[in-house]
């Protein structure tokens, strides 16, 4: 099935969509962005197409905190909105049928230092990851069904209390991540040449 939408001319690149921080970005390094890469083409307009002015599909697995399952997964959902460079849209885990069908955001909680992103996409049984010690590691995915379209690895010190900060921290920076305003993939190498594929 194809992901882009029928309006929209899809431009891929001749060289691979990377982009790797290893830089802090929260207060005192509590939160570190390992790992982001892009592995679609256009993913701004992926996002708008399948998320904004609509319920976007939410699927959290893991729980590091002390709380419950559920308080846990309405303390993430809370911290996701709003970080999406203005463009509207609505995070849920119980999505509307304004949903747009196969697209989704998978978040995993644990202590595995690399899922990746087609492994996050697959929904993980979080059962078979390694338990959270001194470091809780977040890999999120913007997926298309089981295809990647982006992917973070963001790091963060364990905690038990979800009026934590560094929760809201470790997952704005995720989302704000997986869904850029403009698209890497034009920006990766001025010198490379588009390649239009009509859909």
Not at 38 to 52: K, M, N, Q, T
Not at 122 to 136: C, E, I, K, W, Y
Not at 170 to 184: C, G
Request: some cysteine.
């Amino acid at each position: 099935m194809n992901i882009y939408p029928k309006s929209y001319m899809r431009v891929c690149r001749r060289s691979a969509i990377l982009m790797v921080s290893l830089l802090p970005v929260a207060c005192s390094g509590a939160v570190t962005t390992q790992f982001v890469q892009y592995d679609a083409s256009g993913v701004p307009e992926l996002f708008r197409y399948g998320a904004v002015d609509r319920d976007f599909r939410t699927v959290i697995h893991g729980n590091p905190s002390a709380g419950t399952t559920e308080a846990f997964q309405t303390a993430v959902i809370d911290a996701m909105q709003g970080h999406t460079w203005g463009r509207r849209t609505n995070f849920t885990t119980t999505p509307s049928e304004n949903a747009r069908d196969g697209y989704r955001v998978v978040m995993v909680f644990s202590g595995e230092h690399h899922i990746g992103g087609r492994v996050v996409c697959q929904n993980p049984d979080p059962g078979t990851l390694a338990l959270v010690t001194s470091q809780v590691h977040l890999q999120a995915a913007f997926c298309f069904e089981e295809r990647v379209l982006s992917q973070v690895q963001v790091s963060f010190k364990s905690f038990s209390s979800l009026q934590n900060p560094v929760l809201g921290e470790a997952v704005s920076q995720a989302v704000l991540h997986l869904f850029p305003l403009r698209d890497p993939s034009r920006q990766a190498d001025p010198s490379d040449h588009d390649i239009v594929v009509p859909p």
